[in-house]
């Protein structure tokens, strides 16, 4: 394998920046554009200090530290250096230029972590994690994936397994040498083993409602009627102007998504344009798509304006929200109450919040709602798998369809040969989670996913 270079460090100014560097030839590159002070024999997890030079011209580049890590024992298993120069742009920069220009290739995006991969180190769930740390929007949804990268979900579906590969033995010894002494399969213990896996996959398919919410947020749609402030509410909520606040009607015609971190509920919130009937067409696509929306949200902000009666598109509104997990936001409590508004609304015994976006008044009421409704202080992420990973869940999903089949297969009384094939089946499956069975374009487009340098 070539050895392959990035800067690691996020683009841009930083106290101090990262060249990585991994493969056979990283020390002999190294050597040719670093002096050490003290040149003594490289040894594993250890840093010299010196300058990087140009061996060109002679020219000190920047003056360095770089850690030795000697393979096997490093991040992709493979020799490494980490180059860590001053965090401007230019000098790592030059310093990247030098390394490739003396042997390296740039390395492409998780070309690390993909090594660590393919060379065995680390199986894809862990891979994954790493991107998942790196990417991650509140503290929890970090936390669920240090475990994983800590590899417990790898060792669920290890031990899982493990039991079914232990299981298939036992019925292709049944199959294959029936005339020995050899212990029958019962239907009874088959049954036992196919149960207990049952559970632990029903176990971690479960823990996706709420890995979900850790990982892509709350789907929460703003809904109201034009100019009942939602435009307002959102700006507030994001505390910056990037919805568009206006006076007119209708001009936030598509849809804004904005991720917000409310005390570590991570919310995704879609703005959705004004809910009411009308004859333009360009408009009628934001708040058919805005219907759409708070069909599907998890969660729906509704608001009013209390200063104003209740009109037909209120009404719409309160209709949809009937039914579903919503907060009413009653706006512009900074301006006269409609009493007539508020007790109609009073009377739907839904989680009502009075505020005024212009003067941002009762938003932190907002808060304390979602946090009442979302306590994802329930969620435990130590000593608890989470499945956080929609690829993961698929593959679960696939495999317990196949163990229903495998379970129906020995009730129905019929041949061991068959129940193998399904559960060869669910170890496909699970291989596919962890990376033992999946196919270079899942696992191309696994990285590729991935930032430089990691
Ligand atoms: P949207 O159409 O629902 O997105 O409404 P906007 O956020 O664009 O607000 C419509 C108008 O109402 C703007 O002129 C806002 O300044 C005004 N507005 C929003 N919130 C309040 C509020 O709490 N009090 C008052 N008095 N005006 C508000």
Redesign the pocket.
Known sequence: MSTIVAISTSPGIGGIGIIRMSGKEAFNILNKIFKPKNNSEIKGYTIKYGNIFDPESNKIIDEVLVSYFIAPKSYTTENMCEINSHGGQIVMKQILDLCLKNGAILAEPGEFTKRAFLNGRIDLVKAEAVIDIINAKTEKEKDASVCQLNGFLSKDIQDIEKELLSFTADIEANIDYPEYDIEEVSTKKSLEVLKNVKNKLLKLKESFNNGKILKEGINTAII????????????VLLKEER?????Y????RDTIEEFINIKGIPLKII?TA?IRETENAVEKIGIEKSIEIAKNADLIIA?FDI?QDLKDEDNKILDIIKDKNAIIVL?????SVNKTTEERIKSLNKDIVK?????RKGIDEIYDKIVKLYDLNKINVEGENIVTNSRHQYLINQSLISLEKAINTINEGMPLDIIAIDVKDILENLGKITGKNVSEDVINEIFSKFCLGK
């Open positions: 109201g009627r034009p100019n009942v402030g939602k435009s307002s509410l959102l700006n919805a568009i606040v206006t006076e009607e209708g001009t936030t703005d004004g608001i200063s706006n512009k409590i900074d301006l505020i005024s976006a212009l003067e």
